[in-house]
């Protein structure tokens, strides 16, 4: 992924997002295929280290997408394992911390929606 002019612009308006705008988005697109809210809240929990009350503190907060993340309070050692294509760039390859991290939640959520199980989304061994 470029780093240009541009891209950071668009970064910017995505971090400046309240993560509570972004939030239904992801829990839409899961129930749209049959999976749950609760499932949509374990995944990013799993991501972030947050707590259902922490998550839920800051959806009612509408902290900032960007706060949200880097505010994780302990971010999955096993977020590296994921890999894969969001809107046409490999995640693995975001040099952007920050967007990276974004990246991993929609990667994630796209696997609960296509039937993944939650053991394979979570990266658990098997």
């Known amino acids: 992924?470029?780093?240009?002019?541009?891209?950071?612009?668009?970064?910017?308006?995505?971090?400046?997002?309240?993560?509570?705008?972004?939030?239904?988005?992801?829990?839409?697109?899961?129930?749209?295929?049959?999976?749950?809210?609760?499932?949509?809240?374990?995944?990013?929990?799993?991501?972030?280290?947050?707590?259902?009350?922490?998550?839920?503190?800051?959806?009612?907060?509408?902290?900032?997408?960007?706060?949200?993340?880097?505010?994780?309070?302990?971010p999955n050692a096993g977020r590296g394992l994921i890999t894969g294509v969001v809107c046409g760039v490999r995640v693995e390859e975001i040099k952007e911390p920050l967007m990276r991290e974004i990246r991993y939640l929609d990667k994630l959520i796209d696997e609960l929606a296509k039937g993944k199980a939650m053991e394979k989304i979570l990266r658990k061994a098997a």
């Open 1 to 74: 992924m470029k780093n240009t002019a541009r891209a950071a612009a668009n970064w910017q308006r995505i971090y400046a997002m309240s993560f509570a705008g972004l939030y239904p988005q992801y829990v839409k697109k899961a129930e749209a295929k049959g999976r749950t809210k609760a499932e949509v809240d374990e995944i990013i929990c799993w991501l972030t280290g947050y707590r259902q009350t922490g998550l839920e503190a800051h959806l009612k907060k509408k902290t900032t997408v960007e706060d949200f993340f880097t505010g994780a309070p302990r």
